[in-house]
Structure formats: C-alpha cells, structure tokens
C-alpha cells in the first residue's frame, strides 16, 4: 500500500455527541528502568489550547512524543478522534491528522522556507493550501527564499507551525514554543496560535513561560515528576500566577 501518499478523509461528524480531539488515558513512560510518566489522563478539545506545566525534567516532552507515537516504551492509551491510535506508528499518527512540532523545531538548514513548507507529504483533507500558511503567516511569504539557516528563533518556530498545518494537522503538540524569544516575538506566537484555535485545531502546548500560558490557554495540567498534580482553568491559573512563578523557578 502507497503509505505517504494516502490522504485520510474525515468521517462525518453531524450529530455524533462532542468528544475531545485527544484523549490520553492512564499513560505511564519509561526509558529503560526508569519510569518517567505515571498515570497520566489529559484531553484536548476541538479549538482548545491546553498547556502541560512543569519543571525541567518533569516529563513534558516524553509525554508529547508519546502523543505522536516516537517514545514508544509507555502503558495507557492515546484516542484521537475517537479513534484508539496507542498502537500506531508516528507515521500514521501524522496522517490522521496528529502535528509534532520539536523543540529544536527540526526545520532543514539548507532548504529554503518554502521547501521546508512543501517537501512533507499533504497527509489530510484539512491541509492547509499554501496560499492560506502564507496569509496566515506574512513572515514566510516574505522570506520564502530564505534557507532555514537564516531564519531568527521566532521565524524558525513559525515556519516549524506552519509546516504542521500544512501536511494537515489538526492537532499540534508544540515543545516550549516561546522559549528563547524576544517578548514581541512570542506575542506574535500567541496571536498565531489564538488564530490556529480559531480554525478548530487543538492545541498541547508544552510552556515554562507561565505569562504567556496564560494568554493563549483554556486549561493548564501541571506535572510534577510525571504525574498530573493539578488541573486548573485559565481562571484558577492566572489567580495562581506568582505562586507557579516560584515553583517553576521563573
Ligand atoms: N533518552 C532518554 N534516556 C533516559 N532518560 C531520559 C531520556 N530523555 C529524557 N529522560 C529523562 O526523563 C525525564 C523526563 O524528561 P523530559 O525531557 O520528558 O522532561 P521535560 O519536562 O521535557 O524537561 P525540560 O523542561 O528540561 O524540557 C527526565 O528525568 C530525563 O532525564
Ligand atoms: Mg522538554
């Protein structure tokens, strides 16, 4: 079977009762020995921004790879769209829709903007022409020429989004996206990523930035030595803010 060819179309949906884009039950991690994530159940809705709060080490980024399929030592389950995907690989994960976005945003050094957008395979129906990734972000229009090299952090980061939504996404875990900006630079993300939840796209954002969190989030888990401590709306989170400040070390 043509596997990065296929384009996967989505089920009708009228009528079926709301359930969450995302749905991550009872998921424990290990490398090796070492367990990592413990029991832990999250979800993301359609449109929703959700972040994952903690430490350094607690476990944030192994929960997102787990997500996607690439930490594949784990116990639990992972539902997107209703469909059990614990057992796929990355690869299809990708092709339903699932979006990675790294923390080192893995953009191509010497390919230019535009061939970083265009090299991936279009996997999904709701792919984003690139007309819509340039207007949507004028940044990379202007720099499509540009190879990734040249690119700052923020454009970088951008071009790491855009190149998600465009194979089709409709789901992006993104790693600590704001680190290593100038503010103005993150505002813009922040903009962006309002806009992406506008489209219907669910959003886990894993952020350290606990200010910022709480300008783009509906709902915030906090993990502490990989398990969920707290789950607080935006509300409780920003009441909370100072206090999260000082446990984060910020
Ligand atoms: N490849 C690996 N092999 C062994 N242990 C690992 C590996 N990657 C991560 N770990 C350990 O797993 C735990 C969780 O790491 P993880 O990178 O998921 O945390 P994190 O919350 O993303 O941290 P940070 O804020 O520093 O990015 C840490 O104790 C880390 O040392
Ligand atoms: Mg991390």
Known sequence: ?????????????????????????????????????????????????????????????????????????????????????TRRTADARARLGVGWVPDDRGIYATLSVEENLLLPPVVHEEAWPIERVYESFPVLHERRDFPGTKLSGGEQQM?????????????????????GLAPVIVQRIGEIIREIKGQGVGVLLVEQNVKFAATVADRHYLLAQGRVVEHLDNRQFQDRESELLTYLGM
């Open 1 to 85: 079977m043509p596997e990065r060819t296929e384009v996967v179309t989505s089920q009708p949906r009228a009528g079926a009762p709301r359930r969450p884009l995302l749905e991550v039950v009872g998921l424990s991690a290990w490398y090796g020995e070492a367990q990592v994530l413990s029991d832990v159940s999250l979800d993301v809705g359609s449109g929703e921004v959700v972040t994952l709060v903690g430490r350094n080490g607690a476990g944030k980024t192994t929960l997102l790879r787990s997500v996607m399929g690439l930490h594949k030592q784990t116990r639990g389950s992972v539902t997107f769209e209703g469909l059990e995907i």
């Open 159 to 179: 071009l790491a989004m855009a190149r998600v939504l465009r194979m089709g996404a409709r789901m992006l875990l993104l790693d600590e996206p704001s680190e």
